[in-house]
Structures are given as C-alpha cells and as structure tokens.
C-alpha cells in the first residue's frame, strides 16, 4: 500500500497519531551480501510505558525522552516559551553567534530540493518526507512567518501556509531535530547557500539554551559532566593516571618498549588532546600516538586538568554557551602549561569545534594556535622521518571521511598520502573527501542510545555508510580476508562499531575499524609484532 | 494616468536603492558571526603552522563566484532536470540585462537611425530564451510533486509574472514599436533625456504597460534572494572564512562581542552573566 505523503502541515495535527512509521520496506536496500535476508523491522516499537510518559509522535522514536506535558497550562506555558527561545535565535544581540547564517538559510532557499539528494537519511529512510532536509526548515519557516512577523496570521493564510503552533508541533519539532547528523551535506549541495544542517542546530540550541531541553547523553552526560568531573566520559584525573600506567604497561608488552607518555610538561611544544572516549573504548590509539610520538622525538604532551585531557566540545552540536565554556577551558589549560600549540588528535567534531568554531570565542593570550594532529602525522609518514613498511599493512582498508574534519574544515588529503603510501591494498570508498557521507553518528548520535534511538541510528542514519563499506569491500568479502575500515574520529568509530556490531561483520565478513595512527605504528619497521591486533572490540 | 505612471516608476527606482541599501546596510551591519564554513577542497588546515601561511584570497572566491552565476554550477552538477530551464531563463535574463544597458548607452550616444538591426535579434533572442526557461520552470513547478509540496501559491504567482512581462515586452518591440530598433533607441532617448514629455504624460498601453512591469520588479528586488546570494561569497559566511589573528580587527570585534551578556534563560546559564564570564577562574568566583 503506497503511503500518504506527509505535508508541512501535518508537524502540527492528529497529535495522538505518530506522524511516520517506517518498516524495513521503506528503507534503502543494501549491497550483497545483505541484500538478502528480507525486510526485517530493524526499529523497535517503544514500550507502552515509555509510549505513555516520553513524546514520540513523530516516527515513534525518543531520542531526547521530553517528558508528555502533564496539563493544557503546562502546554501553553512550554508554547510560550518556545516562542520566546524563537524570539531570541532571531535577535542580533541574543543570537550573535549565529545570527548571519540562521538568516541567510532561512532567507535564501528557493524550493529546488537539490539537497533532498544528498542527504543520507532521507535517501537511507526510502525517502520519507519528514526526514527530507527543508522539511524542518520549512516548518520553522513557517512558524516564523506566522506567529513571530508583524500580520502573520493573515499572510500565513495568503501564502497558504497551514502550520498551527501547538505543543504537538513543538514536542515533534524537538525530536526532528535530532533526526539530522549537521553533516551539512546538503549546505554543500544548495546552490543558493542555505544551510538545513545549520537550521537544525539552531533548532537545538533554541530547546537547550532556552527549554533546558537536550539529550541526556550529551548534555548531562556530556558537557556539564565534562565541565565538573574532567571528561564526558567521567573519567576523573585520579582515575586517569591508572589508565595511564596501564597503558604505558600494554605498550611495553606489545613492543617491548619502555615509553612513558608525558604528562602536564610545562614548555612542550605541542598539547594533545585526544577524545577521551579512546582511554576506555581505544587506548591502542592513544598508545599508538606515544610510539610514534617517541620514535619521532617529538615535544609534546597531555594534560591532566580538568577537561584538559578531554577533546570533545558536544557544545558545537546544541548549544554555544556549552561550546564556549569547553573552548575556553581548553585554552586555559594550555595557557598554563605554556605550550605552543594545540593539537587534536582523532576525533572530528574536536576538531572543528576548537580549531574553527571557537576561533571567535578566544581572544588574548587564550588565542594560542590550534590544529589538526594530520598534517604532521602527514610530514612523518610522507617525509620519511620514521622507518615504515608498507608490506605490514597488506591488507585491504579503505577511508572513512569525517565530515567536520573533511567538508568542514578541507582536511581532505593528508589521511589520504598516508593511506595511499602505507596501505598497498586502498581502496577508496564512493563518495569520498568533501563529499563524503556521514557515518551516520554525526552531531551526538553516535554517543545516544536512550530507547530505541540505537536502532534508528543503525538502521536509518548510518544505513548509507553500511553500504559504502561493504560496496568498497565487495571484491575481498570472505571473512578470511582481514579488512579495515579506518576511520580518523572517535565518533564515527563508535557509530561504525556499532553498524559493523549489527551485523556481525567481523565474524561473518572479517571487517574491522580503527584509526589512522594505528595503520602507521603497524609499519613501522622496528616493531616486531604487528601493532594493530585483529580482534572485535 | 501617466502622472501615476511617472510616480510609481521613478518611485520604484528610488525604493529599489534605498531598499536595497538598507538591506545591505543591515548585513553589513550584522554582528560577526562564530565560524561555520563549508569546504570545497583542500583548505590551510592540511597544512602545519597553518596560521603563518597565506589564506584564500579575495579574488580565488570572486572567480568562484563568477563562475557560479555564470553557468550555475551548482544546479549543473548537482541537479540537471532543473538546471537546463533555469539555466536558458538566466541566460536570457543575463542577455536582456546588458541589452537594456546597451539600449540606455547607444540612445545617449549615437543616432537613433544608427541604431543597428541586430540589436533587436539580441533583444528577442534573450526574451525568448528566458520565455523558454520561464515557461518551462512554471510547468515543471506545477507538475512535480516533490517541488510542489513546497511551493507555497504565491510562488507561482511570480512566475506567472514573469511571464507577462516578457510577453507584454516582446509585444511592445515587435509590433507597438514595428520592430524597429530606430524607433525603439529614439524612445528611449526620448524618455530618458525627457524629451518628449507629451508622451511621457500620455503614454500608450503598450509602454506604460512596460514600464509598470519594471516598476513592480524593482520594488521586488530588495526583497529577492539575488541580493542575498551577495553575502554568499562576499561576507564570508559559507565558504572558508577569516581567522581571527591575535591584534587584528576581527579579534577586536570578538572582544566587544564577549562583553555581551548572555541573553538566553535554560538552567544552566546563569543569568545576566557576560560570555566572557565563561573562564573557569570567574566561573568558580561566581559559584562560591
Ligand atoms: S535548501 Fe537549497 S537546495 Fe534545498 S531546496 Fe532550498 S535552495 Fe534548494
Ligand atoms: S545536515 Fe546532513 S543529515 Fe542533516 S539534513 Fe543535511 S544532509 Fe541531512
């Protein structure tokens, strides 16, 4: 039975029906060898209680778990507050941060739908409108229109807009808005420059910065456990010298070198941040980073203050008091230890937030440059400071692009000289640099599991960088043959393991993720064990 | 009739200007903006010590910009079905505009009788091209579904009025005008130097009609997205923006914008605090 399409409109009717309900019928097929198997419901249904206390009207998905209202007067209030948080996205003084570029995207689309195309949701989804990129962007169009311009009312009804502010259409708008990565892939396409990734992070920071309404995993959990305890992930100082000492005893097991990894060295040249999410999930790469680091004698060091040895700024996906706060922090910490740089090691989002995005919150002596670790990893590998072989990486890999370090900052070849120079069997995946898919974890989805977000996250939002993997794969496809999907960022890592996890693909297609640093240890030719160990983790 | 006509035409011009300076006015105008560019390519973070090396110059992003509005690359490579009629509509639209601009030049410069005759195959080429493009975006807005979902009434609207007025245009010259570029250059002339104020009082259906359509679009264009496609490129919004350099005038604005209060009311953001405020020094101070 063909489905109804839905219409800008319906965000605010019907509020006890979900607005979607996708099936694996729905959804874009996959190449072999899971293209067969049938059309099982990848997503499953809420339970009744969790139907019964959290909004899920949208597509029966919670992503943020907001709580159902419980009377009209808390509605209206939630309504009226909504307003107000729309009132200030759109004010110079309130929304400086964003201002131009809210405008812009708002102002400037003229209807083509170029970027439905590229949006990887939408295309993974079969489509399904409310996923399409100007859907949302359509929808706070409208409301603005209507309810905040002078005669909206009336203009909202010449130009046929039939939207209705109501808690429904806000409860639905909330959750639409963790339904997009930001991976701006769609600003890339729009020939007129607007932005729906950016339209959706305004959208976020309107509910955080002014409702109080955000994931738990990333604000909670995130930013203000990173601000008090030191790290998202809750990783105390205390707790971080253990990590430390074990990992300098793994390295010493695997090599059979002593290294110790430096910490707090007031005057090095370099501070590395690396995403904490690696002490716990992948120290190899961490560890990978002091070989390499020691081989090269290279100056630098960690820190062990207070969000100091924690990359991740969630900030930059919901809400810029957050991002400006962990910038500064960051600054802070390398302010004290008097290095001359900042460098982020593999994580993306890091990247963008503190080289880029917060170039504009750092001023005087917190203005200390800031850079992406790839370009020197880059002058090691491609200038020959360190001894590699190649023929310890004879095994097939192929590169995930992270889209804040790639389409959002132009990072595109480094990764690529050092791949193509240490990997004999790389293979590039289709697209690939500026115009890359998002692994589909983007902008805190790969750190969100609450309810059934996970199955979306797998099944909808990461289904396209599912395919690509196995497409770039499909000629070494038995598991016998160890394959490697490198992937330069903690989150995307964290996404692919969990896509891979899915579907068994290392015990039944032999693919295995990692990152980029790791490929170099293991050619690196006064090792005698290979670095990288080929186990599920 | 005409004296309206007069009003409402050299008015239209004046609130094109000021409009549009206004507008621009209001852009440039706008508070700096954290950084969120987009990425064609390699940029100077693939590079070490990026910040000693030289950044994309102002005339790398003018010759993008150039060739994105000459051939509408984007729509090319990124949607063909649209690109081949909007592509003929703006070609045509491209064309008219410099053959108004040469209409304007050659009746204060030369003899109307001089006016050459392929001046007015230019003018109806472009007019028929844009005829094309327009008529064919009209019939591919209303017929596919997925651009009608979006497409709120008065869109449509619009392109029915372009229509018209290419149509009322392409009437005017072929056959108020007879086809003849003399007479067309030598009403100009007319009109422009004031002339023939006679005319200018009492004018036909056909000029008035004219000059009414044009009136209507430069009331419109302040409004339009061309003038926002301008900060596309030359505000540095989308594409790689300025660093902010220690001792520069981009640092400069940023500290005044820190000294801002922040405006926003969630529980986590302490009220009438400054985003400067958000150093952990002062933080602490403000907790104990
Ligand atoms: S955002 Fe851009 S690409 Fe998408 S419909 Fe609007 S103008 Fe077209
Ligand atoms: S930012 Fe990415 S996920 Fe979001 S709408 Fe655009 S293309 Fe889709």
């Known amino acids: 039975m063909k489905k109804e399409k839905i219409r800008v409109g319906d965000i605010s009717k019907n509020r006890d029906e979900q607005l979607l309900t996708i099936t694996g019928e729905d959804m874009m097929s996959l190449p072999s060898p899971l293209d067969k198997g049938g059309f099982q419901q990848l997503i499953r249904p809420l339970t009744e209680e969790q139907r019964n206390d959290y909004e899920c009207s949208l597509d029966g998905v919670s992503a943020i778990a907001i709580p159902k209202p419980k009377s009209k007067e808390e509605e209206d209030r939630l ?229 100091g040895y924690d990359a ?111 990997c004999p069997q790389f293979r590039e995946m289709e697209p690939h640099g500026v115009d890359n898919y998002c692994c589909g974890g983007g902008s805190g989805f790969a750190i969100m599991s609450s309810m059934n977000f996970q199955d979306w996250r797998e099944s909808i939002s990461g289904r396209m960088k599912l395919k690509q993997i196995l497409e770039a794969f499909q000629d070494v496809i038995d598991p016998s043959i160890h394959k490697y999907v490198c992937a330069p960022c903690s989150n995307c890592k964290g996404q692919i393991r969990d896509l891979l996890n899915s579907h068994e693909a290392w015990d039944k297609y032999g693919i295995l993720y990692g990152g980029l640093v790791e490929l170099i240890v293991n050619a690196m030719v006064d090792l005698e064990k290979p670095f990288i160990e080929w186990e599920w983790r | 009739m005409g004296l309206i006509i007069i009003a409402v035409f050299y008015g239209s011009i004046l609130f094109c200007v000021v409009a549009s300076l206004a507008k621009l006015l209001k852009f440039a105008k706008a508070p700096l903006h954290l950084r969120w560019e987009l990425y064609r390519g390699s940029s100077v973070y693939e590079l070490t010590d990026w910040w000693t090396r030289p950044h994309v110059t102002s005339l790398a992003k003018m010759k993008s910009a150039a060739l994105d509005i000459l051939f509408l690359r984007d729509f090319y490579h990124r949607n063909r079905g649209f690109w081949y009629f909007l592509y003929l509509f703006h070609v045509g639209l491209y064309l008219l505009i410099l053959w108004h601009l040469w209409l304007f030049i050659c009746a204060m410069t030369i003899h109307v009788d001089a006016a050459p005759v392929w001046g007015l195959l230019w003018g109806h080429v472009a007019t028929v091209l844009a ?149 952990s020094e002062q933080e602490q101070g403000a907790e104990e």
């Open chain 1, 312 to 422: 991740v700024n969630y900030g930059v996906w919901y809400d810029d008091v957050q991002l400006a706060r962990i910038a500064i922090r960051h600054a802070e910490v390398a302010r004290e230890l008097k290095v001359k740089r900042i460098s982020v090691g593999e994580c993306g989002h890091a990247h963008k937030a503190l080289v880029v995005v917060a170039d504009r919150v750092l001023s005087g002596d917190l203005n200390i440059p800031r850079e992406s670790v790839l370009p020197l990893l880059e002058d090691l590998v491609c200038n020959e400071k360190i001894k590699l072989d190649p023929k310890r990486n004879d095994f097939p890999v192929t590169l995930h692009d992270p889209c804040n370090m790639v389409r959002l900052m132009g990072i595109v070849e480094p990764q690529r000289r050092i791949v193509r120079k240490l």
């Open chain 2, 131 to 279: 005829l094309i493009g327009g008529v064919g975006i009209f019939i591919k807005r209303m017929t596919d579904e997925e651009l009608r979902a979006y497409y709120t009434p008065i869109h449509y609207v619009k392109w029915l009025f372009v229509i018209l007025t290419l149509v009322e245009a392409f009437y005017a010259v072929q056959i108020y005008f007879d086809a003849s570029m003399p007479a067309v250059m030598k009403y100009v002339r007319q009109q422009v130097a004031f002339e023939d104020l006679e005319m200018k009082f009492h004018p036909h259906m056909a000029t008035a009609a004219h000059v009414l359509f044009a009136s209507a679009w430069l009331i419109y264009l302040p409004f339009s997205h061309i003038l926002r496609l301008f900060f596309r490129y030359y505000h540095q919004v989308r594409w790689d923006d300025v660093p902010n350099v220690r001792g520069s005038a981009v640092e400069r604005k940023v500290e005044k914008l820190l000294s801002q209060r922040v405006g926003w009311s969630a529980p986590h953001i302490p009220h009438g605090r400054k985003w400067a405020d958000f150093s």
């Open chain 1, 79 to 307: 309504v009226e507050r909504f307003l107000g948080g729309l009132r200030k996205l759109l004010s110079q003084n309130d929304n400086w941060t964003f201002w131009q570029q809210l405008l812009l995207s708002l102002e400037s689309c003229v209807r083509c739908q170029t970027c439905g195309e590229a949006c990887s949701i939408y295309i993974s989804s079969g489509k399904q409108e409310i996923y399409r990129p100007t859907y949302r962007a359509e929808v706070l169009r409208r409301i603005i229109r209507k309810y905040i311009k002078k005669g909206g009312k009336f203009f909202a009804k010449v130009a046929g807009d039939d939207i209705d502010l109501n808690w429904e259409t806000i409860a639905r708008l909330a959750e639409l808005a963790y339904r997009c990565t930001i991976c701006r892939r769609c600003a890339q396409w729009c020939p007129l420059g607007s932005d729906n990734g950016l339209i959706t992070h305004e959208l976020r920071k309107l509910f955080s910065q002014e409702m109080g309404i955000a994931p738990r995993e990333i604000h909670e959990l995130g930013t203000v456990q990173q601000l008090n305890v030191g790290s998202s992930t809750g990783i105390t100082p205390r707790a971080l010298e253990n990590i430390i000492s074990f990992m300098e005893e793994d390295i010493e097991e695997k090599t059979g070198k002593k290294i110790m990894i430096p910490f707090d060295r007031e005057g090095a040249d370099i501070l590395l941040l690396h995403n904490a999410g690696e002490f716990i999930s992948w120290p190899e790469n961490i560890e990978a980073f002091a070989i390499l680091f020691d081989a090269a004698n290279i100056s630098w060091t960690l820190s062990s203050e207070l969000v």
